[in-house]
Structures are given as structure tokens and as C-alpha cells.
């Protein structure tokens, strides 16, 4: 991987680089001339220069071949498919426009169907460190740029796993987000309904740098959703984490169900709670994506074309896609029924807890075995992937404790729609990683008392998955006073600058719904109003009456209502 601190222009000569010593060309379908991307790094360092903040600035891009970069054509891994693309997909373009560089476009399992990536004519992508061993796809060259250190994002697709599949047997990071959150404007449709734009990355942060960046509304695409105005901004302190019982790992190959075991254990020592739940639900509904219905929407979007019998077409791919010429309307409105029921129960399962952790796939097998068994091992590897999209909930996929003879193994958290955040912070908590912000979506909310961490009060910003920021401390204008409330506690009042001193105090990130939700219940003498702090920045902050502080005791020498409590225990 070209060095961090390296400019833009050094880190794409460092990549070609590193290209041409791997020597790996099934990874690419169309790889850009060096001197046009060392071109565009240099114009991003000029940028810089100028002053524009750029927070990928110089980062290097692999995307997947079947979303669209704009001068490049676009494959989906079938040459006579191929199309010249005269834009790029939203999500590209708000990289670029971050100062991403694209390198150029990936191979994968042909029309982004499989979960292996040997589906492609442009040949078999090889995994990055046992090239006898398959890639996973169906994002597979996307994945193994990333593995490879030729790129710092693999951007890819996730309809039954292609996102997360791939991340697991490389030992790197995939972020499968909400259905529509990275809109899917300039993808070649497999599922339209069920596809989601994807990244990878070596490390938690990156991967959700480049999440932040993609997400949003874009009105090209109608399934493009914005987060709700109670989203979730945080984990709890300790959370809790259903796991599958027993008999739900059936499916898992001894190394890895080994693997799993002492990754759940890992997690448990970190303080997060587990607990085993019945899937069998969820993997009942993973089977509706290819041997339900719903593979009508695959034929819907190149069914026609393949049915020219195309010479580039994969035959286990027109097989699949093909087998989908002859469902019928009620079998598709039966099989939509049942995905309704499915996300109910989900819901319900995961009612309690904080997310699911799973292991992302069931084993890694060979190149040759797939080519001998090329439906029965794809459809396994779907296992604990196949549901996630269908029953609308988002995945962080991170590494796990490795196999016993050193091999990659990866976990998965799933969580319900629009939980994404709380997917990060959990899949940190693993990965032992500080937890990035994924969601700039909320409202800065100052606390001072019974809602600071470790107070009685704290667990209701907890319940609105409010996200800690920082410690803070107020302008000379404020005094502190100990209320004669259950539970105790302070009041916050201003009484103009230099009448006061700086109170000590902690911000955290809520989301707008959870704000109201703390005005609308807020009891006497309580009030949130803006409050005025000494970095120079003014936030809306719990505040008293002045009446109520008038008739308490005044306790500003302290600085803080910590400081306070701490004296009163020490006498």
C-alpha cells in the first residue's frame, strides 16, 4: 500500500508500482493509464494548494465493473455487454469530488451473480494470498486490490453477499450500509430492489470514511433513502450481541466453526454480552434470493440480453438468470408476502439486543472445487449472507480470531435498517479499533449532571443512541447549583460573563427526533436552551429556571458537578 503520507502524485507511482509486481491482471478489466491518473493526482495536490478541504485526498479507488466511471466502459464482466459510460455513478462521483483517485475498474462474478469470483471471462481472481484459492465475489477484484495493497477502497455491490464475502476470506473490512443510504444511480442492476453499493478497506476507518462520503439521497436514484430522524448515533457501553445456537452453525466447516467459537469468546472478554438465539427464520428467507421468486428481478435486468446467448456469457450465470424466464406474478406477490412476515420477525428476534454477530461464510474452498461444484459451494457460502438485503439490514463484515492454521476468518454484525452506526461501533469493539462516525446527521447536546457518563440519568441518552464527543467546559457567564430533585441533580445557570466560572460538562451527538423526544419530556425545572462554551462554539444544553437555582445551594467552586460529588464522597 502506497504510504499514508506520501502526495497523491508519489502514492499512484507507488501503485503502478506495486501493479506491476503483484502481476495479478485478472483483478482488472480496464486499467487506467498511468500518466492519466498521475494527471489527475497532480490536479488534486493543486487543489489542495488552493485550500480546498478534500478528505480523500490522494486516496486510490478499485470499482467494481459493474458501476459506471465516466470514459471508461462498463463490462459487468460480459464483453458484449460492454457500454461506454458518459457518467459515473453518484457514489464515484462523490469520491472523486473528495479527492479519490479511480486506478479503474474490477473484475467480478459475471452481472454481479455468485459469491465466488471464477464466474467472469475475463478469468477466475484468485485470492490475494493463496492464489489456489478463490477470491470470493462477487466483488472479487475489488476485494483483492484492496488485499493486494493496489488500492486503499474497493468500491463493489452487495446483493446476496458480494460485500461482505469477499472482506471475510482476506482478513479486510466490508460495510454493506442500509438498503438505498449509497444510492445505487449508475450500477447495472442485478436485483434492483435488493442491491447496495459497497466498500473495502484494510481497516474500519477508511472503509467508513468512504461510506460517509457515498451516502445520501440522490434523486437519480428512487430507492436512495435518507436517515431517519431518530437514527441511532452510537452503541451502548455494553452492549448486547445475539449469536446463532447451535444448530445454526451446522453449516460451517470445522475451521471455522472453531474459529467462530473463539471469536464469540474474544467478544465476550471485550464486555460485550452475548446470547443465542433460534436464525432459522432468517436462513429460511436467505433462500428466497435465488430459489424463490425473487430471482425474477435478476432476469428483469439482463434476462433479455442473455437470452441473445451472448459468446462471453458464463454458463452457470445465464443458467441462473435464465432459470428465472418462467416466474409467475403470484409466485413473485407470494414470495414479497413472505419477506414481509420474515422482516417482522427479525425485528422481533433482534428486539433485545444490539445487533447479530455471525460469521460471514461457511468455509473457503479451492478454485478447483468450485469449478467441479460450481452451484452447491456458491449457495453455501450465501448461508449467513443471502437474507441481509432481503429482510432490509445493514452489515459491517471485519475479521475474526483467524483459522487454526493462520487462514483469514471473518464475522459479520447485522443489524435492522438505519442501525448502521451501532453496526460500526459494535464491528470496532471486535476489531479492538477506535469506532469512527459513519452518520454526521444530528444535534450537538451539552450535559452537565445526572446525564453524564456514569450518572443515574445517563441511560436514557444511551437509549436514544446518543454518541459521546467530548469532554467540555462552559464561559466564566455560569454558576452550579445542587437541585433538590430525585435524582439529584445540578442546575445550569447563566448569569452573564465573569458573574460565573467554566462548568465542566460533556457533549454528545443526538439525533434530532431523540432531541425532541428530551424537550417534550424534560420535567420542571429543567430547560435546554443554548449554551455558551469556552472553545467559542454555543450548543443547546440542559440549563435550570432561575428561580430553582436561586433557592439551591450554590456548588460553581467545584467546577463540575463530578467535582462536586467527588468532594462529598471524599468527606
Given amino acids: 500500500m502506497p504510504a499514508a503520507h506520501a502526495s497523491p ?104 451473480t455468485g459469491l465466488v469470483g471464477t464466474r467472469s471471462p475475463y478469468g477466475a481472481v484468485r485470492h490475494a494470498r493463496y492464489p489456489e484459492l478463490i477470491s470470493g465475489g462477487s466483488s472479487s477484484g475489488s ?8 488500492a486503499d477502497l474497493g468500491i463493489g455491490t452487495d446483493t446476496a453477499g458480494s460485500g461482505r464475502v469477499p472482506a471475510a476470506l482476506h482478513g479486510i473490512v466490508g460495510i454493506k450500509t442500509s438498503l438505498g443510504i449509497i444510492p445505487a444511480h449508475g450500477v447495472v442492476p442485478a436485483c434492483a430492489d435488493y442491491d447496495a453499493v459497497t466498500v473495502f478497506a484494510a481497516d474500519l476507518a477508511r472503509a467508513v470514511d468512504a461510506a460517509a462520503v457515498m451516502a445520501g439521497p440522490e434523486p437519480r436514484d428512487p430507492r436512495s433513502r435518507v436517515w431517519p430522524a431518530d437514527v441511532r448515533l452510537a452503541a451502548p457501553a455494553s452492549p448486547r450481541l445475539a449469536v446463532p445456537r447451535a444448530a445454526d452453525l451446522i453449516p460451517l466447516a470445522p475451521a471455522y466453526r472453531a474459529a467462530f467459537t473463539r471469536t464469540v469468546a474474544a467478544v465476550q472478554d471485550s464486555g460485550v454480552s452475548t446470547t443465542e438465539v433460534d436464525i432459522s427464520g432468517l436462513l429460511d428467507a436467505a433462500r428466497l434470493l435465488y430459489d424463490g421468486a425473487i430471482v425474477a428481478e435478476r432476469y428483469a435486468a ?24 418462467d416466474t409467475t406474478g403470484p409466485g413473485f406477490a407470494e414470495d414479497l408476502g413472505t419477506l414481509t412476515e420474515a422482516r ?12 447479530l454477530l455471525l460469521p460471514t461464510t461457511t468455509e473457503h474452498p ?45 464475522v459479520m454484525v447485522v443489524v ?37 457518563r456514569g450518572q443515574p440519568l445517563h441511560w436514557q441518552l444511551e437509549q436514544i443512541g446518543a454518541r459521546f464527543t467530548g469532554e467540555i467546559r462552559t464561559t466564566d457567564a455560569y454558576r452550579l447549583t445542587a437541585l433538590d430533585t430525585v435524582p439529584p441533580k445540578p442546575g445550569l445557570v447563566r448569569h452573564g460573563a465573569g458573574s460565573g466560572a467554566p462548568i465542566a460538562g460533556e457533549l454528545f451527538r443526538v439525533s434530532p427526533a431523540g432531541l425532541g423526544g428530551f424537550l417534550a419530556a424534560l420535567p420542571a425545572p429543567m430547560a435546554l436552551t443554548s449554551i455558551d462554551l469556552e472553545d467559542g462554539r454555543s450548543v443547546v444544553g440542559f440549563a435550570c429556571t432561575y428561580d430553582a437555582a436561586r433557592s439551591a445551594t450554590d456548588i460553581t467552586s467545584f467546577g463540575g458537578w463530578k467535582g462536586f460529588l467527588a468532594d462529598r464522597e471524599s468527606r
Fill in 302 to 325: 439482463v434476462g433479455a440480453f442473455l437470452d441473445t446467448a451472448p459468446a462471453g456469457a458464463d454458463p452457470v450465470v445465464a443458467a441462473i438468470i435464465g432459470a428465472a424466464r
Fill in 366 to 410: 479451492s478454485i478447483a472445487a468450485v469449478q467441479a461444484d460450481p452451484l452447491g459451494i456458491n449457495r453455501r457460502m450465501g448461508t449467513y449472507t443471502n437474507f441481509c438485503n432481503l429482510l432490509d439490514m445493514a452489515a459491517v463484515a471485519v475479521p475474526g480470531a483467524p483459522t487454526a492454521d493462520g487462514k483469514p476468518f471473518g
Fill in 143 to 150: 476485494a483483492v486490490a484492496v488485499a493486494l495493497g493496489l
Fill in 9 to 112: 502524485t508519489e502514492r499512484v507511482t507507488a501503485a503502478y508500482r506495486r501493479i506491476a509486481e503483484v502481476d495479478r491482471p485478472e483483478v482488472w478489466i480496464t486499467l487506467r493509464p498511468e500518466a492519466e491518473v498521475t494527471a489527475e493526482a497532480a490536479a488534486i495536490e493543486t487543489r489542495l494548494l488552493a485550500g480546498e478541504n478534500l478528505p480523500l485526498a490522494g486516496t486510490l479507488v478499485a470499482v467494481k465493473d459493474n458501476i459506471d466511471v465516466a470514459g471508461l466502459p462498463t463490462t459487468a464482466a460480459c464483453p458484449e455487454f460492454a457500454y461506454p459510460a458518459e457518467v459515473s455513478a453518484v457514489a464515484v462521483q462523490r469520491l472523486v469530488a473528495a479527492g479519490a483517485v479511480v486506478l479503474g475498474k474490477t473484475n467480478l462474478d459475471q452481472f454481479a
Fill in 416 to 452: 435492522p435498517a438505519f442501525a448502521d452506526q451501532v453496526a460500526v461501533d459494535l464491528a470496532a469493539r471486535i476489531t479492538g479499533a477506535a469506532a469512527p462516525a459513519l452518520i454526521d446527521h444530528g444535534v450537538d447536546l451539552a450535559v452537565f449532571g445526572a446525564h453524564l
Fill in 344 to 355: 417482522a420477525a427479525a425485528l422481533e428476534l433482534l428486539a433485545d439486543f444490539d445487533g
